[in-house]
């Protein structure tokens, strides 16, 4: 069987990304600015967006001169790339995982905002612990979603560490998860029809100590199979 290929855009914990999509019916594409090979993504059957580097301001504010004390600082040259990436897998309808600031970007590209701090908001509880471990926390599902289709329960305990979150929503898209303190944890598309696989997800699954998790391991496999690929996991 001929391999399917996975665009992972490049990132701070890229290694983790790539470790955990690790498939014998998988070929990995790294995608990145820094290689000037938006041309690969053509190549790909899926792609899977991740987190890193803050999503620029200017991308979602009216003006460029947003102050953010705590920002830790936006990566244009990142974001243009992805941008594009972003523009592909809509023309193309290929499959999307984003994930973290893939989430973030996602919304964004959709034209929806960003809280650029949340330590401002007092939403202290997705920040990494001081000993620089992820936080757990349980994420709440809307029974109607293809999420919850994936996964089968409506709670679960998830792993995350993030200091920006979705503020408003962007269009065509909708809320599928959510913390007890109202962060979006998930975005799917509201017509389920307009595309095979697409989901954004705040959490971490390729970093959960739990492999066995559904709300790791249950969006991993149907990420793999929607590229039709018989997913060892």
């Not at 193309?92 to 330590?119: H, W, Y």
């Not at 913390?179 to 979006?184: E, L, Q, R, T």
Request: net charge positive; charged share 30%.
């Amino acid at each position: 069987m001929e391999k399917k290929i996975i665009g992972i855009c490049e990132g701070s914990k890229y290694s983790y990304y790539e470790e955990w999509l690790r498939d014998p019916q998988i070929e990995i594409i790294k995608l990145g600015y820094k290689y000037n090979n938006l041309a690969e993504a053509e190549k790909c059957d899926g792609i899977l967006l991740t987190g890193g580097d803050d999503v620029s301001q200017e991308l979602y504010t009216n003006s460029p001169a947003v102050i953010n004390e705590n920002a830790e600082g936006g990566n244009k040259q990142r974001d243009y790339f992805e941008w594009k990436i972003m523009e592909h897998v809509e023309e193309k309808k290929k499959s999307l995982l984003a994930i973290c600031r893939g989430l973030q970007f996602a919304n964004v590209f959709f034209g929806g905002t960003l809280l650029p701090d949340m330590l401002a908001s007092r939403k202290l509880i997705h920040a990494k612990l001081k000993n620089g471990r992820y936080r757990l926390y349980t994420v709440t599902l809307d029974t109607h979603s293809a999420l919850y289709g994936m996964v089968r329960e409506k709670k679960g305990i998830i792993s995350s560490g993030h200091h920006q979150c979705v503020s408003a929503i962007g269009a065509d898209l909708k809320v599928t998860a959510m913390s007890p303190d109202g962060v979006v944890e998930a975005m799917e598309k509201k017509d389920p029809k307009a595309k095979s696989f697409f989901l954004l997800i705040q959490w971490y699954p390729e970093r959960m100590e739990d492999k066995f998790s559904p709300f790791a391991r249950n969006i991993k496999r149907h990420f793999l199979n929607s590229l039709r690929v018989d997913a060892t996991v």
